[in-house]
Each structure stands twice: as C-alpha cells, then as structure tokens.
C-alpha cells in the first residue's frame, strides 16, 4: 500500500510563492508517475500538473503553465510543486496521486491520493 502525504500549504499574499511537497511511503516510488491536483471548495478537482518516473516528462494545465513547475526526488521519495506569482485563484486543496491508467489529467486515472494540503491566497 503506498501512502502519499502532501505538506508546504499555507496563507500566502498574491504575487507570493510556496512550494509544496509529497512524500512517498510503502512502494517503489520511482516506478510511479504523480500528478497535483487542486480542489476549491465547491468545485470539482482539477489538474495541476503531471511528472513522469524519472522526472523528465511534466505537463501543467495552461492557466499554471510557466507559474507552476514540478520536480521530484526520487531518492527521497518526494515530488515537489513549486508555485510561483500566486492568485487568489490558485486557493485550493492540492492533492497529489499516483498515476495508473488513462488520461493523465483526469483524476480517475489516479490511485493512492494524499490527505491534501491547503493554499489560501489573499488579495
């Protein structure tokens, strides 16, 4: 059973940057792809970005493309978003997962979600 455990959430100012981190435990973290996803309340989860195995393939939505960048350590089982020129916008729940099967953008392609992180941006 792998366990994901997001931290790094905060209360941030609009222009701010934070990075948040996922720690992997309980599998062979650098045979598994991850994705960010994010959750307002009230909406439904959507995507945030996507990075493969060894790193070298990600993928962010475009409104997060050039703001966000995910990374990863796989001797430390941890993947990392950093999130650069915050909005109020980007308030949300970031949850990461590990990627199984499908659309890489899709939630439902993902297995073994973390408790979640919040990010609460001011004006």
């Known amino acids: 059973q792998v366990r994901m455990v997001e931290s790094g959430g905060g209360l941030v100012q609009a222009g701010d940057s934070l990075t948040l981190s996922c720690v992997a435990s309980?599998?062979?973290?650098?045979?598994?792809?991850v994705g960010w996803f994010r959750q307002a309340p009230g909406k439904e989860r959507e995507f945030v970005a996507y990075?493969?195995?060894?790193?070298?393939?990600?993928d962010y939505t475009d409104t997060m493309k050039g703001r966000f960048t995910a990374s990863r350590d796989n001797a430390k089982n941890t993947v990392y978003l950093q999130m650069n020129s915050l909005k109020s916008e980007d308030t949300a729940a970031y949850y990461c997962?590990?990627?199984?099967?499908?659309?890489?953008?899709?939630?439902?392609?993902?297995?073994?979600w973390g408790q979640g992180t919040q990010v609460t941006v001011s004006l």
């Open positions: 309980g599998g062979t973290f650098s045979s598994n792809a």
């Open positions: 997962a590990v990627y199984q099967v499908g659309s890489t953008r899709r939630p439902d392609g993902y297995t073994y």
């Open positions: 990075i493969s195995e060894n790193g070298r393939i990600t």
